[in-house]
């Protein structure tokens, strides 16, 4: 009977190489078809970060200009603009925006005011984002493959190819998915510089950790993952005397850090090169104000300006401070009924366990039992181990720390080092049959059960909770980022409705696609007739309306939902029967009197109304 094990192993290399293949080629189609949209389905709106990022890549490609976006690092964007700078587009430059230094209302206007079409500004800058992901994939196969073999390798790039959140933010153009590039390329070259010390792998490990740090700063933690690496090393090596491996390791840490340092100097340079000085002073005006606490920081960043060597290293730095600042303000989150104004310090934890396809979670989790009762065999076991621990604990700590509670998205660089850990207890699974037919098991369920999700990626949540209660769990990135409008226009289409109010969230523009669409608030109270409500703002208005003294979206507790459009707009249709019929509004029709009259007139019964 034929086996693999019959093969010569240069057609096992080929037949790795075509299962790679296949396996990148239905990963890139399942993006492909879920961005553009197909079999009837349409494909995905401008989601909220896009419309920031989207023009600011264009600008810098196209001017040489970095006033639009500064708290993110230009390569991701940069890549996505590529193609556009190319082609026949009307930018934002000729927009108010453009010299008022907004970004969001630059992105609004270069995508649905200014004569563009969106749905190819859309396509041609996702577009590269979508072939980073598969340079990813590779990247990760090549990595396991050499650690544990092919078949291992090939199990570990199934349960990427089919990992939901991967898919859905890997063909949107913001910085996720390049961070977890930038943070696999990087740790598997400083793997190869400490284990291999030569100034080749040095300078590999430093363009790598320059890129990371060039896609996105949350890369800056790596400063502090590879110094905990560089000691961990030295104490597995100690035998060789531990102050020696310390120096060793520690100058091929400090030449890392420094070589990347200026690479991303450099690169910065020809993307801010035509920022007029003006404009440089009013950004950094703008991002670090006269606060006692920012001011040395802004008077600091200023003595970069206008010098075409120094204002490259000036715009990293503010970058710098901006993500620093951001983390720590925080932002409003919701979790499973609770809405905070600031941060829920489990978020994280929580969200990964209702988002996370089961199959991971339960492999993931048996690999750290093995972990703990298992010991390693050799030094070089326990360092390829430590090199995948090392960054998954420093994020997972940081990440929990921290009060950016806005999406499981910001857990993505950390998935490929959970995927190599599974591959090592696979590595293991491979020898006994029974294990490996039940790996096998997970691998297919988790196939089923992202595609059976189609096309609501982002929408994606494990067998924990049902499909139409997603937005009682988690909202924002996790759930509702702006990509159900094309739906919710199917929807409206198809039901002939000529009215609906749309209180809407994400990067597009409702009246654009529903002409028929009536901008609405939650403060606007108590409605009748077709409203459509983004499950963002359901939820956030529970927090601001009685904090404001003003309506939330409460009152629609009573009522269930007509539809609800991939998992993330809650669409009703609400008569003025069901309001007077219904006990429960009667609080709120009475304290609506106390409103401003614009909105009482929107918000109370004809009947009420005198």
Do not use: C
């Amino acid at each position: 009977m034929f086996t693999l094990n019959a093969l010569t192993e240069s057609q096992k290399k080929i037949a790795a190489a075509l299962a790679v293949f296949l396996l990148m080629l239905a990963m890139f189609l399942v993006m492909f078809f879920y961005s553009r949209g197909a079999f009837g389905a349409p494909g995905d709106s401008g989601t909220g970060g896009e419309i920031a990022h989207i023009p600011s890549g264009y600008t810098y490609d196209k001017y040489g200009d970095f006033r639009l976006n500064p708290e993110h690092p230009p390569l991701a964007k940069a890549i996505a603009g590529l193609p556009l700078a190319f082609m026949d587009i009307n930018g934002p430059e000729a927009d108010w925006s453009w010299n008022g230094i907004n970004q969001w209302e630059a992105g609004w206007y270069m995508l649905y005011e200014a004569g563009n079409d969106p749905a190819k500004i859309l396509f041609w800058s996702r577009l590269p984002m979508m072939l980073l992901v598969l340079v990813l994939g590779v990247f990760l196969y090549k990595w396991t493959r050499e650690r544990y073999g092919r078949k291992v390798g090939l199990v570990t790039l199934a349960l990427f190819a089919f990992y939901p959140d991967i898919i859905a933010h890997g063909r949107l153009v913001t910085t996720d998915i390049a961070a977890a590039l930038g943070y696999l390329v990087t740790l598997y070259y400083f793997d190869r510089a400490l284990s291999r010390p030569s100034q080749k792998n040095t300078l590999l490990a430093s363009v790598a950790f320059g890129l990371a740090q060039l896609l996105k700063f949350s890369s800056f933690l790596l400063f502090g993952v590879l110094l905990i690496l560089v000691l961990v090393r030295a104490l597995l090596d100690r035998d060789e005397g531990l102050a020696k491996k310390i120096w060793q390791y520690g100058k091929i840490y400090f030449w890392t850090s420094l070589l990347s340092i200026i690479l991303v100097w450099l690169v910065y340079i020809p993307f801010v090169r035509h920022t007029p000085v003006s404009i440089e002073h009013e950004v950094i005006e703008r991002n670090l104000t006269a606060d006692p606490k920012t001011l040395p920081l802004r008077n600091f960043l200023h003595a970069f300006e206008g010098n075409a060597i120094t204002r490259g290293l000036g715009h990293y730095l503010l970058g710098a401070m901006l993500v620093v600042g951001r983390v720590e303000g925080g932002n409003a989150t919701f979790l499973v009924g609770q809405v905070a104004e600031k941060s829920i310090r489990l978020f994280f934890p929580a969200a990964w366990v209702i988002k996370t396809p089961l199959p991971i979670i339960i492999l993931a989790l048996v690999s750290i039992a093995a972990l703990i009762i298992r010991r390693f065999r050799s030094k070089k076991e326990a360092w390829s181990m430590w090199v995948i621990l090392v960054p998954l604990i420093v994020y997972w700590a940081f990440t929990i720390k921290g009060s950016l509670n806005i999406g499981i998205r910001h857990l993505i660089p950390m998935v490929p080092f959970i995927l190599i850990l599974i591959a090592w207890l696979t590595s293991y699974a491979m020898k006994v049959r029974w294990q490996l037919a039940g790996i096998g098991l997970l691998v297919a369920f988790q196939i089923y059960h992202t595609l059976s999700y189609y096309p609501n990626f982002i929408g994606y949540f494990n067998n924990f909770v049902p499909k139409e209660k997603r937005y009682q769990y988690l909202v924002d990135s996790s759930l509702d980022w702006g990509q159900d409008l094309l739906r919710l226009k199917k929807y409206v289409d198809e039901n002939k409705i000529s009215e609906i109010k749309v209180d809407y969230f994400g990067g597009s523009v409702p009246s654009y696609y529903i002409p028929q669409s009536r901008a609405w608030h939650s403060s606007y109270g108590p409605t009748t007739g077709w409203l459509a409500v983004s499950a963002t703002f359901f939820q956030s208005s529970k927090l601001y309306g009685p904090k404001e003294g003003k309506w939330s979206y409460s009152w629609l507790e009573s009522y269930e939902p007509k539809a609800i459009i991939g998992g993330s707009i809650l669409v009703y249709n609400i008569t003025e029967t069901d309001l007077l019929n219904n006990p429960a509004q009667s609080p709120y029709l009475i304290e609506a009197i106390d409103f401003p009259e614009e909105n009482v007139t929107n918000s109370l019964l004809p009947s009420q109304k005198n």
